[in-house]
């Protein structure tokens, strides 16, 4: 009996490889002669860059680089030093964990420090950059991140623009004399799990905005100011990318990675099944089981569970998953290969509670579906 454990983290509560850890161990109280796999996942989001380096053998890396809000922080980045492959985790550095609640800002915040990190990695020689979008704190088209490359925006006035999207609308000069030449010599994929559009009612501002600090005026205001950010990049650029799917993801970083640095956008989970060797762990296996956090029907989008189903039906093997809450509808998963899912859930508990004993929880759901599918055998 040979099982692929490929479960995300549940937010708030435990990482990827936690999960998995705990629900192998109550997997093997039911069947203590089994091979069971550990292979964690991430979509992009917190954990992209764990999952990979974890699978990778790679290497992690610190940096002190600017906060969202301009104060210092430590953040880390990835390093394959076979495949001179940087992983950049946006949240490490722009996160929207790295600001207190009553501080979220989405009209100042800023993406300069995802920037520093980049810089770092095309200093180290990186030929390929995997950028995980997930999780930002930002709502400014990516221009922190162009200003620590090398990009100069400035007003009217000729003064350089303060940080965050707010100030974009004052914007009359892009100025990319020193963009970094380097750049141009690397390849960027972005991983994301949305596939926004930058402005509109399905933008950046409008969809992500408020969980950042914008009040529904903010919202607006912010809106305008990254189609004007558009508007003058489309024309410096003699492009216009703002509608291609997800330009608005991670506030638009989608948008000027897509513009300004070439990259090429894949699902999160494509990319970490990839590099963990995901398609090759679940070759010859009797059952994979994933999961995350909230399981519902915004999983179709694109999160773990649904990246490592279509892996898994590829190689013809069924699929459960156990979640920290079941949400609406996600029976529609169904219909895309998962036979059958579970929440952690054992009766009425706080979301807290549940937080506080997943380990345990985890443990127990496991063995289970355990004891479920001997009898099925």
Same mark, same amino acid.
């Given at each position: 009996? /040979? ?10 509560? +435990? ?10 161990? $109550? ?23 764990? &999952? ?7 290497? !992690? ?6 906060? @969202? ?46 920037? *520093? ?7 180290? $020689? ?13 709502? =400014? ?13 400035? =007003? ?11 100030? +974009? ?17 690397? %390849? ?8 926004? @559009? ?11 905005? @408020?969980? /950042?600090? &914008?009040?529904?005026?903010?919202? +607006?205001?912010?809106? *305008? ?5 558009? =508007? ?12 291609? @799917?997800? !330009?608005?993801?991670? $506030? ?5 990675? /897509? ?8 699902? #999160? ?10 398609? =090759? ?11 995350? #956090?909230?399981?519902?029907? *915004?999983?179709?989008?694109? /999160? ?36 059958? &899912?579970? !929440? ?6 706080? +979301? ?13 759901? &496991? ?6 599918? %001997?009898?099925?055998?």
């Amino acid at each position: 009996m /040979k099982i692929v454990i490929a479960p995300d983290s549940f937010k708030d509560s +435990l990482s990827a490889a936690g999960v998995a850890d705990a629900i192998a161990q $109550g997997l093997a109280q039911v069947w203590p002669q089994a091979d069971l796999l550990q292979c964690p996942m991430a979509d992009g989001g917190e954990g992209t860059m764990d &999952a990979i380096l974890a699978a990778c053998a790679g290497q !992690s890396r610190r940096l002190t680089v600017r906060g @969202p809000l301009g104060r210092p922080v430590m953040a880390r980045w990835g390093w394959l030093a076979e495949t001179r492959t940087a992983i950049i985790e946006m949240a490490e550095a722009s996160g929207l964990q790295l600001v207190e609640l009553a501080e979220r800002d989405a009209c100042i915040s800023g993406t300069y420090g995802t920037g *520093q990190l980049i810089d770092a990695a095309v200093e180290a $020689g990186a030929t390929r950059i995997i950028l995980a979008i997930g999780g930002s704190a930002t709502n =400014d088209a990516g221009s922190g991140m162009l200003r620590a490359l090398g990009a100069v925006l400035r =007003d009217a006035q000729g003064a350089e623009l303060p940080p965050g999207g707010l100030a +974009l609308s004052e914007l009359v000069e892009l100025d990319l004399q020193g963009l970094d030449p380097r750049l141009a010599r690397v %390849r960027f994929e972005v991983a994301a799990d949305v596939d926004n @559009p930058l402005c509109g009612e399905h933008g950046a501002s409008h969809v992500f905005g @408020p969980q /950042k600090g &914008a009040s529904p005026d903010q919202v +607006l205001a912010l809106d *305008q100011a990254l189609g004007h950010f558009a =508007d003058r990049s489309a024309r410096v650029l003699g492009r216009d990318v703002r509608n291609e @799917p997800g !330009s608005g993801a991670a $506030g638009g970083m989608g948008f000027a990675a /897509k513009a300004f640095l070439g990259a090429t956008f894949r699902p #999160g989970v494509e990319v970490v099944a990839e590099l963990t060797g995901l398609a =090759d762990a679940v070759r010859d296996a009797d059952l994979v089981i994933t999961g995350e #956090g909230r399981f519902d029907a *915004q999983t179709l989008r694109g /999160k773990t569970p649904l990246g490592v189903t279509r892996v898994a039906q590829a190689a013809g093997v069924p699929v459960i998953v156990i979640a920290g809450t079941l949400g609406e509808g996600y029976e529609a998963l169904y219909e895309h290969g998962i036979s059958a &899912a579970f !929440s952690v859930a054992s009766g009425p508990m706080t +979301l807290q509670f549940a937080c506080d004993n997943a380990e345990r929880l985890l443990r127990e759901r &496991a063995r289970d579906v355990a004891r479920v599918w %001997r009898l099925a055998m």
